[in-house]
């Protein structure tokens, strides 16, 4: 599929000691396990909000993710929660800031259905 940016953020009741919630004041989210598309992302896809899917990088992958649309992203990125997508984010680091790049990593979102093979 076609690469998307990711985002990690924290959600409204996270703290710096990854004490958290599972719902999300800020985005109206009730739980973590989801990645948050615009709704043209996830129509230009065929998915819908709620059905499972595969959010793969070059680092890593998640299983079982459900969509959730969110309407105040700018079409082509997808936010995820931190640490929760950090399999996601590459071990490297930006040489001036010496952090890695958690609000860039190419990603694709693909449906988590296995195809049906026939014989």
């Known amino acids: 599929g076609e690469e998307l940016r990711l985002m990690t953020v924290r959600s409204e009741g996270q703290f710096n000691t990854v004490v958290y919630e599972d719902h999300d ?3 109206g989210i009730d739980r973590r396990d989801v ?10 896809r065929g998915l819908a909000d709620d059905q499972p899917v595969v959010v793969s990088s070059t680092t890593g992958q998640m299983r079982d ?7 105040d992203i ?3 990125n997808v936010l995820m929660y931190y640490p929760e997508a ?16 958690f609000k860039g990593v190419a990603v694709t979102v693909t449906s988590d259905v296995p195809a049906v093979v026939t014989a």
């Open 74 to 76: 700018k079409p082509g």
């Open 35 to 44: 990645v948050l598309m615009h709704p043209d992302d996830v129509a230009a």
């Open 25 to 27: 004041l800020y985005r």
């Open 86 to 101: 950090n399999v996601l984010v590459p071990r490297t680091t930006d040489p001036k800031s010496k952090t890695p790049a």
């Open 65 to 71: 993710v459900r969509i959730r649309s969110f309407a």
